[in-house]
């Protein structure tokens, strides 16, 4: 999708992808920390391997994302 922006020039939609991405990374990160400091009593304490790999694909989208907007030829109009 990175690559369909910048090649339609559509570097706002990009940005925007960027910064809803960048938010998800740290929604992501701050999913597996909660679950992690949960009580040990707790039923079903720590994260499964679904929060690892969400926060995995939020922090390669939002790297492919980044290297689309900050490549843009044209930078913001």
Known sequence: ??????LV????????ALAGNG???VFG???IWSRQSLAPVAA???????LYLGAVAA????????RAVFTHPHGPR
């Open 23 to 25: 938010v998800t990374m």
């Open 1 to 6: 999708m990175a690559s369909i922006a910048r």
């Open 59 to 66: 922090v390669l989208s939002t790297a492919l994302w980044a």
């Open 9 to 16: 020039r559509r570097f706002r939609w990009a940005a925007l």
């Open 29 to 31: 990160v701050l999913a």
């Open 44 to 50: 079903y304490t720590g994260p499964s391997i679904g």
